[in-house]
Each structure stands twice: as C-alpha cells, then as structure tokens.
C-alpha cells in the first residue's frame, strides 16, 4: 500500500507562485508513474501534469504548459508541482495519483490540497 499527502496549498493572488509536494509512504514510489489532477467547484476531475518512473518524461495540459513543472524525488519519496503565473482558472482541488501506466489506472490517490487563485 502507499499512502499519498498533498501539502502547500493555499491563497495566492493571480500572477503568484505556489509549491506542491506529494509524500509517500507504505512504499516506494519508484514504480509508479506519478500524476496530478485538480478538481474545480462544480467542474470534473482534470489532468494536470504526470511524470514518469525515472523523471525522465513529463506530460503536461495544455493550459498550464510553460507554467507548471512536475518534478520528483525518489530517494525522498516525494512529487512536487511548482505553479507559477498562476491564474484564478487554477483554483480548484489538487490530488497526487500513482499508477504503472501515465493514462492509468491509477492505485493511490491523495486527499488532495486546495488551492485559491484570487484576481
């Protein structure tokens, strides 16, 4: 089993920056594809970002391409998206997710984080 945390969420003003991490713990997640999803108020779940075993690969939405950056630290355990430029169409909830395949399906999922893109 792994258990998956989301942290650093938050309130940030359009235009600002915000950190999110993804711990594991149960087991590595050395094997697993890792990705992020959000979900907004009232919208469906939606892909964000996944990256692969090895870090070597990542895979982006476009509406956060050139913004957003998945990165991921085995040897911690841990996933990481940095959001920058942020705008309000960011908001919503974030969740980590593992599976073998970057399309699923996914074995673990996150509590999720909230993040609050003000104008």
């Known amino acids: 089993q792994v258990q998956l945390v989301e942290s650093g969420g938050g309130l940030v003003q359009a235009g600002g920056s915000l950190r999110l991490s993804c711990a594991a713990s149960g087991r590595t997640i050395r094997s697993y594809s890792m990705n992020w999803f959000r979900q907004a108020p009232g919208k469906e779940r939606e892909f964000v970002a996944a990256?692969?075993?090895?870090?070597?690969?990542?895979y982006y939405t476009d509406s956060v391409k050139g913004r957003f950056t998945v990165s991921r630290d085995n040897a911690k355990n841990t996933v990481y998206l940095q959001m920058n430029s942020l705008k309000p169409d960011d908001t919503g909830v974030y969740y980590c997710?593992?599976?073998?395949?970057?399309?699923?399906?996914?074995?673990?999922w996150g509590q999720g984080t909230q993040v609050t893109v003000s104008s």
């Open positions: 997710a593992a599976g073998i395949f970057r399309t699923g399906p996914f074995s673990y």
């Open positions: 990256i692969s075993q090895g870090g070597s690969s990542e």
